[in-house]
Structures are given as structure tokens and as C-alpha cells.
């Protein structure tokens, strides 16, 4: 961060509501729980098929009936993305997906699902994870992950 946006930063930071500013705590707390799972696990661990999956999209699909009339899930989402960005470290995308899909669901919004996207990009292999919740994208922009081709056979599990 530059100095001269540094100023810019804190003044916003100062508007903040109380709630905003537990949001943002919580937010920070999930993010390091959040890199430690992602750390901490064997590669192949944190992905199952859906299909074996418990947890996966079939029943996160059930549990999501009308997500986009409340705001919170989006409140949320914003306070896992000014943690990221502002926060003690800087999280991958999965991270951040991880700690969100956390977030949504320790506050009663089961249904999110932690979404996986492959692409090549002038010959460079990318990947990218993302939360969906109902048909809304969280904490990411929809142009975005449109450019990612999704991975419909595999979701990202909690419990190894």
C-alpha cells in the first residue's frame, strides 16, 4: 500500500459500523484457520467428489432456497475481502474461498459451496477458487470467474 493511500485506508477504516468491525475480526480469525486447513492437508484431502461428498452440492443445493434476498451473505463476503487485502497476510484464492464458505455456514447460510476453475492463458496453466451461494458469486467478480472453466466433479471439503 502506498503512503499516500494509506490515509485514504484508515479514514475508511474509520467509518466503519461496530458490526463491520467484528465482521472484519471474524474475518481476519477465519482466514488464519482457513490457511492453516489448506496447509495442513495432504493434497487431495481438501477435494472429494461430489458424488462421495456428504457435504457437496447436492446438499448444499437443497439448503440454498432464496439466498439473494438478504444482504449479509454479501457483508460477509466483504469483510473476508478487506481482511485479504488489509489484513496481517494476503491469502490465495482457495483461502479466502475456504474461509468464506466457513463464515456463511457458522452464520446459518448453508448452501455455499466452494467453486474450483481451471484455464490456460497464452499457454499457462491457472486456478482459481471462488464461493457460490444460490446464483450469486461471493467475494469475487462474476466477469471473473466466468473466465475460469469450472469443475463440476470435485467441491472442497472441511473434514478430511
Known amino acids: 500500500m502506498t503512503s499516500r493511500a494509506r490515509p485514504a485506508f484508515l479514514r475508511r ?9 467484528l465482521d472484519l475480526a471474524e474475518a481476519q480469525l477465519e482466514l ?12 487431495g484431502q481438501l477435494v472429494s467428489r461430489a458424488a462421495l461428498d456428504p457435504f457437496g452440492d447436492d446438499h448444499a443445493a437443497a439448503s440454498a432456497s432464496a439466498p439473494n434476498a438478504d444482504p449479509r451473505p454479501e457483508q460477509l463476503a ?10 496481517i497476510f494476503r491469502p490465495l484464492c482457495l483461502v479466502r474461498a475456504v474461509a468464506l464458505k466457513r463464515v456463511l455456514d457458522r452464520h446459518g447460510y448453508e448452501g455455499s459451496i466452494v467453486k474450483i476453475g ?15 451461494y444460490g446464483t450469486q458469486i461471493l467475494g469475487d467478480q462474476e466477469w471473473h470467474v466466468k473466465s475460469f472453466a469450472e469443475l463440476d466433479e470435485i467441491s472442497v471439503v472441511e473434514h478430511a
Open 118 to 132: 481451471v484455464r490456460l492463458n497464452r499457454g499457462r496453466f491457472a486456478a482459481h477458487a471462488w464461493v457460490a
Open 32 to 43: 488464519l484457520v482457513a490457511q492453516f486447513i489448506v496447509a495442513t492437508r495432504r493434497t
Open 13 to 21: 477504516l474509520a467509518r466503519l459500523s461496530a458490526r463491520e468491525w
Open 78 to 87: 466483504l469483510a473476508i475481502g478487506r481482511a485479504a487485502e488489509h489484513g
